[in-house]
């Protein structure tokens, strides 16, 4: 039996408000539902299964909230990678259902924050910004849409003028404030939804890795420790996923993601660069993405990776671009750089379903996991209980595996996201 890693060395890790430490699994167990993966999916699929009366075993190789789940740029933001494909799929019939689910988890999230005091920070207010004017063209497009489904007091377009106010740069063309989603402590959030888990009963592992699971009318999850025999199994596992390869193998890529964190900025300097505390991301498809922490910092992130690698020094590579956007920061110690891998899936639609009648899986949320993991612990909860409809409306689209392994598949990867690149720049 190996230990598990730590947390990376993150901002989010030395801020961290709970050291709860969960035993490994040791014996024998046995209950209704069996959760792999102890981030955002796998936690909140269990503590939403707690709530409804389940009897539930979360098994974590590493630490609650050690992946992409604890390590993430921390913003709420509405809808979901893909929605072009379900569309596609379905036809503009499913339009309303998506919009609803885009949102459900900030529903979900907001309603636990309060119901369990989980302190992590939790703000509204973002900004899409652009670059490029097709991009405005695209706000406009979406802030008409917004409005029609009833946001109109949450959504303004900001005019050129009005951004070097609000962000203190140059750098963008215009904006789109949406008010509905916001910012958060990411790996606190996902604590304290496992530090409620486990006061509703839910028994959770840390440090134990799965190492089979044996399909049957009672599936057995095994590991070097023990074993746990379930009514259902729910794979959550996402970039770092492994198991059932025959059934999951190319369809979901890892692609690594990087943040860094300045020292602490004075109260004058964060108002003159962000005096409405918003998360801001923009609209490229290789993207940069920045708030500021609760104490004042400069969260800075972007530059996905789609070959595997990670690059020799995350500040030397990430600083040029904070300084290109931000010079008044240039003089800025850098304290944290971190990063780690998020879960892609080529059509961009989150890969929910099942390898067996008994055994789903939720995973592959291209960028959108806050919001859309919380979306799927519900449906995986709802689908446990035998109601398919939510999660059959992402079952049925067909996804494409790529073949010949994942390093040659996140080859192919990088190339397409190649192109995507060369077109952000044109």
């Not at 990867?413 to 952000?424: I, N, P």
């Amino acid at each position: 039996m190996t230990a598990p890693q730590p947390h990376c060395p993150s901002y989010y890790a030395a801020t961290r408000n709970d050291d709860s430490v969960y035993a490994p699994l040791a014996g024998e167990e046995r209950v209704d539902v069996c959760v792999i993966g102890g981030g955002f999916t796998g936690v909140a699929t269990a503590l939403t299964l707690a709530e409804r009366g389940y009897r539930v075993s979360l098994l974590e190789q590493n630490r609650i909230g050690w992946g992409a789940s604890g390590r993430n740029g921390g913003q709420l933001i509405g809808g979901m990678s893909g929605e072009r494909g379900l569309l596609g799929h379905w036809g503009p019939a499913i339009a309303d259902t998506l919009f609803e689910l885009g949102y459900r988890g900030h529903d979900i999230i907001a309603g636990r924050v309060a119901k369990y005091a989980i302190e992590c920070d939790l703000k509204y207010g973002y900004m899409d910004v652009a670059l490029r004017p097709r991009q405005l063209r695209d706000q406009q497009a979406w802030y008409d849409d917004l409005c029609s489904r009833g946001m109109e007091q949450q959504v303004r377009l900001v005019q050129p003028g009005e951004l070097a106010g609000l962000i203190g740069t140059d750098r963008y063309l215009g904006g789109l404030i949406n008010n509905r989603n916001g910012h958060l402590h990411p790996l606190n959030l996902c604590l304290g939804e496992a530090r409620a888990a486990a006061a509703l009963g839910v028994s959770i592992h840390e440090g134990t890795a799965v190492t089979e699971i044996v399909h049957g009318s009672r599936p057995v999850v095994v590991s070097p420790g023990g074993r746990v025999t379930a009514d259902f199994v729910v794979l959550a596992g996402n970039a770092y996923h492994r198991l059932e390869p025959k059934s999951l193998s190319g369809l979901i890529f890892p692609a690594g993601s990087f943040i860094i964190g300045t020292e602490p900025l004075s109260e004058d300097e964060a108002a003159a660069i962000n005096p409405l505390d918003l998360a801001v991301c923009d609209q490229n498809e290789v993207l940069d993405y920045f708030r500021l922490s609760a104490d004042r910092r400069m969260l800075f992130g972007g530059r996905c990776n789609y070959s595997g690698r990670e690059p020799r020094s995350i500040e030397a590579s990430m600083l040029p671009r904070l300084r290109r956007i931000f010079p008044q920061l240039a003089d800025k110690r850098i304290e944290y750089a971190w990063g780690g891998k998020i879960g892609i899936v080529p059509n961009r639609v989150p890969l929910l379903g099942r390898v067996d009648h008994n055994i789903f899986y939720s995973m592959g949320y291209s960028g959108h996991g806050v919001n859309m993991t919380h979306v799927c612990g519900e449906i995986m909860a709802d689908a446990i209980a035998g109601t398919f409809e939510r999660m059959d409306v992402f079952a049925a689209v067909p996804h494409r595996r790529i073949p010949m392994g994942q390093w040659f598949g996140n080859q192919l990867v990088a190339m397409g996201m190649l192109y995507y690149r060369l077109k952000d720049m044109l």
